[in-house]
């Protein structure tokens, strides 16, 4: 945040300001009071669970120097009808004010923080960039992402989700991307919006709300995404691995269940090596491509980027090894297409080391009416890859019942644990599920028998109202 004095915050949130004469900010803005650094602006809300009116003191003792909030305290503080809305206010002016900032809007059904987290290492090499943390890619997330940036910044990566119609509109009309890219429609979240159509319709949003001068980025997976930007007079790009895109994959390679390819453009073609886990990560990191070829890198300068990018993301697509045994910690969250990719790469990864395959497999949620058919065929597809043992933890759907698979069903995850007393060197492991079925527990018991140290959370008041696809 550029520095800003708090009655100028004021004037632009339309709020009521109660501090002193010459208080300024310059620092970044905070929801979570054990997050709070000193000199931030911090967020008082009402969580589903707490209300962060209640840590104010919190807050102040860590450093804060001023709260919106939604009633009076002896705190310096902008008292404002709706706290979201002022942090989007003030995001809005300010993010206008930075005319030489590009700021890059992703959006799709998954890949989206992968995408977001790869293209921000691509563009760090270019220059100072911003990235949304997480998958903060809701009505809080993104004006605080935008926050952080000031007269230094070059590049800001955003994430755009949606649970409703509009949702992704609003948020484009705060953030002015210079590129809005989606990366692809699917099945998650099919219970809220009801059909893929209705996706498809929500995630354009993105496209339609640019301004003119901006640059289309769209993926070639689906049949929606690709028309996205028709009639609409931008300059586009599409990205994916058949012929007719501009940004795509060619001469591809699978060494270790690590992607290597051929990233080819209208400029050239380059060698990369992804260091990520997965065939399905070549369409994130051709994604992040298009986008830094849009913004104007050159394919070598971006081929070599890519091929040191980390993942940052817990819980998703995550490597352990111990024992000889492998463990695939992918418990972030989980919709078909995603799962199965992941279940492709255990069926990689174990014949390449030749041991046993087994696939925890938690519920899908937010799937509609079609859930029951869509966690079947994903059971199906268990089968047809060959994965020596399915365990089905909270649904029964998984099971097929078919003879060359090994079945078991667990009610909940601790149950499951049963199953880690029979793990032996060379086998592979998949854990993946929605989030909300908190799978990660049982990747913990399992990388404590792979002596390998699980990951913690510390508790405390968090203000946000969670990720959206």
Known sequence: MRRISAAEIATIVQGRYSGPDNLYLNAGVSFDSREVGKGDLFLAMKGEARDGHDFLDDAFAKGAALAFTQRSTHHPHIEVADVISAISVLARELRAELTGLKVIGITGSQGKTTTKDILATVLATQGPTVVARGSFNNELGVPITLLQCDEKTQYCVVEMGARHTGDISALVKIARPNVGAVLKVGNAHLGEFGSREKIAQTKSELVRGLDLGATAV????????????????????????KNNCQIRAADIEIRGGYPHFDLVTPEGRERTELQLLGEHQIANALAAAAISFALGMKTADIAAALSTHHSHSKWRMELSEGREIVLINDSYNANPESMAAALRTLALLTQERGGRSW??????????????ALHKEIGQLVHSLGIDHLVAIGNRDYLTRASATSEQFFATAKEAEQMIDKFEPGDVLLIKASRAEHLEVLAD??????????ATDEAGFDGTKGDRR
């Open 218 to 241: 769209l993926g070639n997976y689906d049949e929606f995404t690709p028309r996205m930007a028709d009639g609409l007079g931008l300059p586009t790009i599409l990205f994916g691995e």
């Open 359 to 372: 696939a925890f497999l938690g519920t899908m949620h937010e799937l509609g009416p079609d859930s029951a």
């Open 445 to 454: 018991e399992v990388k404590k028998f792979l002596h390998v140290s699980p």
